[in-house]
């Protein structure tokens, strides 16, 4: 039997040189006469590692990495197909600490299979929770969802059963399931990864949504910045459609559901819901006022489903282990697990599914390693560019909803973005003005003028002109910003300046200190 | 405008008459077949989508993504996220630009580049990532940058 050998078609693990160790690989192989099967898997999520290649062995899979082009040839030599020591060996893959301590619900599959092999999905317990499902009546699957206490995942944490039940509880003619693939928040790609490396979870979860809702057809809005992720999702639901599992009839059942991507083109705020509906319907992506909500009025006017990827690809195991299996994971109120994106300025980069209730000093250090330039972590960004800036005093706060509600700062749609000593925090608190301007959707007036009217108050205060009074001032345009937006990009981008403010005032006095300095040592 | 490219929206258009809020379908349709969307193409494509050429207007404007000019023969976006500045991406973006003689969406002089600011790749493990056309970079420096800028100018 030949040897197994896979490389990730991953594109984290493709912006690493994938593609060319995979093609260095064939040739080598070739060159010696060796017969393998290159499979080209998702990324197990130690980005740190990749291009990491895994050889099929009788104990398992064996991991090599970071494998670069020039690694290949003495990694035949060293007999890597049948796991043969060399300095990139890694051991079993299962067996690194890294990834046997995680709990790995959602992304039970990713890393492991070929993403677009629906044999290989439905071989790793694929459709099982669909299968369930259809043996259900829509309420129970709605109960199920429920029970589990799994919330939004997009962000809001709002309870995905009861959002489903509200539009299940909806009369009409048509009605439809959104999954917003928008992951506009930087320092996140837990939705990259399963669209890209397992879409067949999100199609099955989305099928799952629709009939216990009673929708017949669905989208998956898209940010265009993710090509890759489009190739994969347009070939899964195409082989799913073929083989049964979309379209009329799913499964021989009654069921009918129509799957379709729309590519968002590049606007932050479209990964709000309302702006989101706004730009499927073919319009600029303004936010709407709410009520109606979606669930009762969303895409054209239709009761409508929205819910962010991981949300909806979490169904599938819920349906297939029960509410309860799900529910036990977890902490308080924040039930089952999170898969977390470590980012930033940390050694060991990736994708942790832990439930909740882990802490961010675990996460920083135990996973990541501490910071990638050896010096100390400084600050973390949770939650995207609308998240707070937490200081190390506060690392030991739980990953928990309500935790960190407590201390004023959000789990998002769980990245983490990791800044070593030498960040200027004053310097962050102007981009967040900065991106708030960006990306503003102009409908209101705090947001769209008060946003850069912040990058000039920050512009002063990095200057060192007339600091306290400009400290004053972002906090006067804090509070608009808090009390005046219609959605969560005005209404949030305090989060990230005022932490920034709070936490580490000594930045936004930097400027004035210096500038007396200069003065003191020379008098002009 | 050039010429062929009056057929090419005009088929476009036929493609996504009738779609439910086909508009953004179809200005990725004509983005991808011809680098960008000409504003002497507005009205045709509001004729076609029952939209009055102040939408489309509108619709165009309101996105980074839709551009109404032609860009260089490749793309490079840079990311300018948070993760990517924990990582120095800053520097990165300076060393673009000079490089490049352009600021953000600026194309280079020899019409090989359009440099683009990007908000986030997906890629923030791997950061600081930029994204030449199709194809995501990780961990990039200036040397990553000359290997891929060089290429282009033996090319
Ligand atoms: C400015 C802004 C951007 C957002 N971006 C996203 C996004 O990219 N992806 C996402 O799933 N939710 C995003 N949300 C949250 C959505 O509005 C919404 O809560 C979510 O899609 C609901 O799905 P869930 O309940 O499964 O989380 C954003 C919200 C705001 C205010
Ligand atoms: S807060 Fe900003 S992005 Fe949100 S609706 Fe108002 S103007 Fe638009
Ligand atoms: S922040 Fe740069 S790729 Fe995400």
């Given at each position: 039997m030949s040897v197994r050998v896979y490389v990730p078609c991953d594109s984290g693990a493709l912006s690493m040189g994938a593609e060319r160790v995979a093609k260095a690989i064939r040739a080598e192989a070739e060159r010696r006469g060796l017969v393998i099967e290159l499979v080209r898997n998702g990324s197990r999520g130690l980005y740190w590692l990749e291009t990491l290649v895994e050889v099929g062995t009788a104990d398992g899979r064996v991991a090599y990495g970071p494998v670069k082009v020039a690694d290949v040839a003495s990694l035949f030599d060293a007999d890597f197909l049948h796991g043969g020591a060399h300095a990139l060996h890694l051991g079993i893959t299962d067996q690194l600490p890294w990834l046997k301590n995680?709990?790995?619900?959602t992304f039970a599959r990713v890393g492991i299979t070929d993403p677009v092999s629906l044999d290989d999905y439905l071989a790793h317990d694929g459709y099982r929770g669909l299968r369930n499902a259809l043996a259900m009546t829509p309420d129970a699957i709605v109960q199920q969802v429920t029970d589990s206490g799994l919330r939004g995942r997009g962000g809001a944490a709002f309870p995905t059963g009861i959002k489903w039940k509200t539009v299940a509880g909806c009369v009409a003619d048509q009605k439809y399931i959104v999954c917003n693939a928008d992951e506009g928040d930087s320092g996140t790609y837990s939705d990259r990864m399963i669209m890209e490396d397992d879409p067949y979870v999100l199609i099955e979860g989305m099928t799952?949504?629709?009939i216990a809702v009673g929708a017949t057809q669905g989208y998956i809005y898209l940010r265009s910045e993710y090509p890759h992720a489009l190739v994969s999702l347009n070939t899964a639901i195409e082989r799913a459609q073929a083989a049964g599992y979309l379209g009329e009839h799913i499964l021989g059942s009654a069921h009918t559901f129509h799957l379709e991507v729309r590519r968002a083109a590049g606007a932050y705020v479209c990964g709000e819901e309302t702006s989101l509906l706004e730009s499927l319907e073919g319009k600029r992506g303004l936010v709407r006022f709410k009520p109606p909500l979606p669930a009762i009025e969303g895409l054209f006017g239709k009761p409508t489903v929205v819910n962010n990827v991981i949300s909806l690809a979490t169904v599938p195991i819920v349906l297939d282990k029960g509410a309860e299996y799900y529910r036990d994971y977890g902490m308080g109120r924040s039930r089952g697990t999170l898969p977390i994106q470590l980012a930033g300025?940390?050694?060991?980069?990736?994708?942790?599914?832990?439930a909740f209730g882990v802490t961010l000093r675990e996460l920083l250090y135990d996973y990541g390693g501490g910071s990638a330039s050896g010096r100390p972590i400084r600050a973390v960004q949770v939650g995207g560019p609308l998240g707070a800036y937490l200081p190390e005093s506060q690392f030991d706060t739980p990953l928990d909803y309500e935790k960190f509600s407590e201390i004023w700062a959000v789990l998002g749609h769980g990245g983490i973005v990791a800044f070593d000593d030498t960040v200027d925090m004053a310097k962050m608190a102007r981009y967040a003005f900065e991106f708030c301007a960006v990306e503003s959707c102009g409908k209101c007036t705090p947001c769209r003028i008060g946003s850069t009217r912040g990058v000039e108050v920050m512009d002063n205060i990095m200057q060192g002109k007339q600091v306290s009074k400009n400290i004053a001032l972002v906090r006067d345009l804090s509070d608009t910003l808090l009390n005046g937006s219609l959605c969560a990009l005005g209404g949030m981008t305090p989060y990230p300046v005022l932490s920034a403010l709070n936490?580490?005032?000594?930045?936004?006095?930097?400027?004035?200190?210096i500038t007396s300095e200069?003065?003191?040592?020379?008098?002009? | 405008m050039v010429q062929g490219h009056n057929e090419l929206i005009a088929e476009k258009i036929e493609a996504h008459r009738g779609m439910a809020g086909g508009l953004l379908p179809l200005l990725h349709a004509v983005q991808d077949a011809i680098g960008y969307i000409p504003e002497e193409s507005y009205p045709a494509i509001a004729k076609g989508m029952n939209l009055s050429v102040a939408e489309v207007h509108g619709v165009v404007g309101f996105y980074h993504h839709f551009r109404t000019h032609a860009p260089g023969r490749h793309i490079l976006q840079v990311c300018r996220a948070e993760s990517c500045q924990a990582m120095g991406c800053s520097e990165l973006e300076h060393y673009v630009k000079a490089r490049l003689g352009v600021d953000y969406h600026g194309t280079s002089a020899d019409h090989a580049v359009t440099l683009e600011p990007v908000y986030c790749l997906g890629n923030c493990a791997l950061s600081p990532a930029v994204m030449f056309d199709e194809q995501v970079l990780g961990r990039v420096d200036k040397a990553t940058i000359d290997e891929?800028?060089?290429t282009l100018e033996a090319a």
């Open positions: 995680q709990e790995r619900l799952i949504a629709a300025n940390i050694k060991q980069p990736g994708l942790v599914e832990k936490h580490f005032p000594e930045d936004f006095s930097k400027a004035s200190a200069t003065a003191l040592a020379d008098p002009a | 891929l800028l060089n």
